[in-house]
Every structure is written in C-alpha cells, then in structure tokens.
C-alpha cells in the first residue's frame, strides 16, 4: 500500500462493466475501494463508514453525478469528489467544479492518469485533516493562554501557517515587535510539533555578554575557564529532541554566531574548552524584533546565519495594526485573569472597551496583560469602567530622582557615593523597563555596551527578566 492509501474509495457508475473496470484500475493503490451502481446507493454507503474520497460518473440514469457531488457535499463538506466525464461534457464538469468538485478526469480511464490523481487527492485530504486536527489543538491550547486570539488578517495568516511550520522541522524565525509574544508563538510551535514531549528551553541572547552566552549555550568543561570548577552541560545540549528557543537573536555577538551556525549546520556541539564535538537534535525557533536583513547590511549580524535561520518566516503584527481584536483579546485576557483572581464576574464596560481600542500600545499584547491586570486588582465592583483604567508611562528620560534628605550625621563623601548608586541602580531598572527587558537595548539606550551594563545589572542586583512577559 503507498503512503498515506489507508482511506477508503467509493466508485459510483450505473454501468456494471465500466465499475469493475475502475476498481481493477484502482488495485495498485492498495486502498480499499467500494462500488455502487447508482447515487443512491453511494449516499447510503457514505453514511455508513468513513469515505476518503468519492469517484462518481457525471452521466447515470435516475439522480446523476450532479445531484449525488451536491448531495454528498451537503453532508460531507470537506470530502473530495472526482468526476468521471465523456470527452463531450468537459465543459460540464468545469462548471461542477465551480460548485465543488474537487477536479474531473474524462473516460475512458487510463491508469497513468488515474492513479496519479487519485493518490495526490488523497495526500492533499490527509494533509488537510491533519492541518485542522493541529487548528483545533492550537485553539485550545491559545484559549488558555489569551495571546492568540484574533480575527485581523495578518493575524490570522500567521495563526494559519502556525500547524503548518509546526509540522516541519526547519528552523523557524518569528519577527514582531517587543510584547506581540513572540515566545508564545515559539511555544505553541513547539506544542503543536512531534517534539511536544520533550524539553522547551528558551534562552534570551541579549541578556547576557558573548562570553557567558556561549558558556551557556554550548556549555563547558572543567578548567576552560577561571569559575569553571566542574563540567557543565549547555541549554543545546539540555534541549536535545526538542525545542531550542533563541529570543532577541539579533543581539547575538558576531564571534558567538559563527559558532551557531557551525551547530545549525553540522548538528553537532563543542563545549568550551572541549575536544570532542557531541551530536545533538534540536529543533531551533529564533525570534527578534529587529530588521535582520538591515542588520547584515549594516555588518552586525551574519547573512549565512540569516539565511539558516529564516527557513520558516513567521511575522506577529503589532496590537494596534489589529485593533479589531482588542476587545475579544481583552475579554479573554480579563477572564483568565479575573479567575485567578477570584472574581469571575468582572466585565468591561463599553466605555473601557472603547478606550482600549483607541490606545496604541507601544508594548503590544504586554502593556494590554498589564492594564487589565490591575484594573482586576482595583475593581471594586463586577463592572471595570474607563477611568479605572491606568495605562502605562513609558519612561522618556533619566529617572525623577528627588534629593535625599542631608544626614549631617553621614560624612558627605559616603552620602555621595550613596546617592550615586541610588542613581545608577534607577537608570538601569528604567532603561531596562523602556526596553522590555532587553538588556542590549538598554545598554544602548544607557551609552554604554552590553557587557559594561550587564555588570551594572549584577552590582545591584538586577533581573531583566522581570522585565519581559
């Protein structure tokens, strides 16, 4: 039996001879086939048992092959239906099609036309009840978390090629600005895939300097470096068999992506201060919100890694190019919330509806999680109206620092070096509030590198993390 043959053929012609003549024809697929000698017959045998695809002659004494593929399709939408036509009635079967025929084929039947399209029709049926079967999962699963909701066409196209990337094992790589939940997407992929029962691991690449990264990656061995006190397995390694995901990628140092893509490349990993390279199987989805393809231009991102990674473009649109959603997404945001919360019976009125389309959500499906939040959490009553509704300052400068009290009791150069670190550690958690979380963001919005602003984050004891969704 070839692959995917495993559904069954109905064949329906009022002429004995030419039915057996079909299903004799048909043998070589393997697939089981049964005949019926009018349309009647055929719709009593859809009814039965499933179908996988319906072969029926358009000319047939009593109801014919036009009444039978309206019939048939009235009951069964998605079943594909092949027409069987005389060379002379070509232009009927055209029209058929129009009305829902899935294609025709003109007598007499030849095995090197048939079988062909038999077998393509049924792939394609196979492929589409798989794609619907993962919608249907990716419908519940996105119920639960409130992010993937939405009807607006850009949407919805990437909501569409969700199943189907998920179905590949090809390097996927999701570009949208910060907060569209992007790692929500990377997720659902990986939910959706054959590796869904093994491990997800995300791993932020602007949130650590080169060095560490790729200790952290590609792991390392005793003795590669100063701290290295024992061996130590990479997030690659410790993603093997399923899902490695790659946020903010293009904030990759360069020396770090050359080693990446050895490893996209090769499937192979060298911890640092190794020997030996050890094969892995790994799944990568990448994600940023910068231009990639400017980022090449400009000679701080790779253009053989570009290529590599996006195989699999998907693209998540900003909140405020799908404002129509906002009050589904809001409505779904808010229950899920208000039930964690104890307080299912909150609703929007139309007012707040109103206002939360009409904001612009610089921070996307983010901020929109934020404010209803803590509208839930100062609601008063079961009813959340537009003044209740705080939406988020971004910072636009340094932070408001007002001075400290004078303490004469401190002598002035300790109170300095206090009011100086007071100072620092606030411009970080605002430069890293403004950024989302993204530490090489911050670090540029701050006038300093990656690796400077990352050890000013570690002196004072700050997380992006708590920063991102």
Not at 231 to 239: F, V
Not at 364 to 380: D, G, K, T, Y
């Amino acid at each position: 039996m070839l692959p995917g043959m495993s559904r069954r053929i109905l064949v329906v012609d009022d002429d004995p001879l030419a039915l057996r003549l079909a299903a004799r024809l048909l043998r070589p697929l393997g697939a089981p086939v049964e005949t019926a000698g009018s349309a009647e017959a055929a719709l009593a045998a859809l009814e039965q048992a499933p179908v996988g695809l319906l072969l029926t002659d358009l000319r047939m004494d009593g109801m014919d092959g036009a009444a039978l593929l309206e019939a048939a399709r009235a009951r069964h939408p998605h079943l594909p239906v092949l027409v069987m036509t005389n060379h002379g009635s070509i232009e009927v079967a055209v029209e058929l099609m129009k009305k829902g025929a899935t294609d025709f084929i003109t007598k007499p039947l030849e095995p090197s036309t048939l079988l062909p399209r038999i077998e393509k029709l049924l792939r394609t049926a196979d492929l589409e009840g798989e794609v619907a079967d993962l919608r249907r999962t990716l419908a519940a699963q996105s119920g639960g978390r409130g992010a993937l909701v939405g009807e607006a066409p850009a949407f919805r196209r990437m909501l569409d090629r969700l199943p189907l990337a998920a179905r590949a094992d090809a390097p996927v790589l999701v570009r949208g600005e910060t907060g569209t939940g992007k790692e929500l997407v990377a997720r659902t992929l990986h939910d959706l895939s054959a590796r869904s029962d093994k491990p997800f691991v995300p791993v932020n690449c602007g949130a650590l300097p080169g060095e560490l990264l790729e200790s952290e990656l590609f792991g390392h061995v005793r003795g590669a470096f100063t701290d290295a006190r024992r061996d130590k397995a990479g997030l690659i390694a410790e993603a093997d068999g399923g899902t490695l995901f790659l946020d903010e990628i293009g904030d990759m140092a360069l020396a770090l992506q050359v080693k990446l893509l050895r490893f996209l490349q090769e499937g192979e990993i060298r911890p640092v201060g190794a020997n030996k390279t050890v094969k892995v199987d790994v799944r990568v989805v990448a994600a940023t919100h910068r231009d990639l393809g400017a980022a090449v231009g400009e000679g701080v991102f790779r253009e053989d890694l570009y290529y590599r990674l996006n195989v699999v473009p998907l693209w998540v649109p900003p909140l405020r190019e799908r404002r129509g959603d906002i009050p589904a997404l809001a409505g779904h945001i808010l229950a899920r919330i208000a039930r964690r919360t104890t307080r299912p019976d909150l609703r929007f009125s139309k007012g707040a509806l109103d206002a939360l389309v009409r904001h612009d959500w610089p921070g996307n499906v983010r901020e929109l999680e934020n404010v209803i939040h803590r509208a839930v959490v100062f609601a008063r009553g079961p009813e959340i109206a537009e003044d209740a509704l705080e939406f988020d300052a971004l910072p636009t400068g340094v932070p408001d620092l007002k001075p400290p009290p004078v303490d004469l009791g401190t002598p002035l150069r300790e109170a300095k070096e206090r009011l100086v670190e007071d100072f620092e550690r606030a411009y970080v958690l605002a430069a890293l509030d403004s950024a989302g979380g993204n530490v090489a963001q911050a670090a540029r919005r701050a006038g300093k590198d990656r690796k400077s602003f990352w050890e000013l984050m570690q002196r004072y004891g700050v997380d992006a993390d708590e920063f991102r969704e």
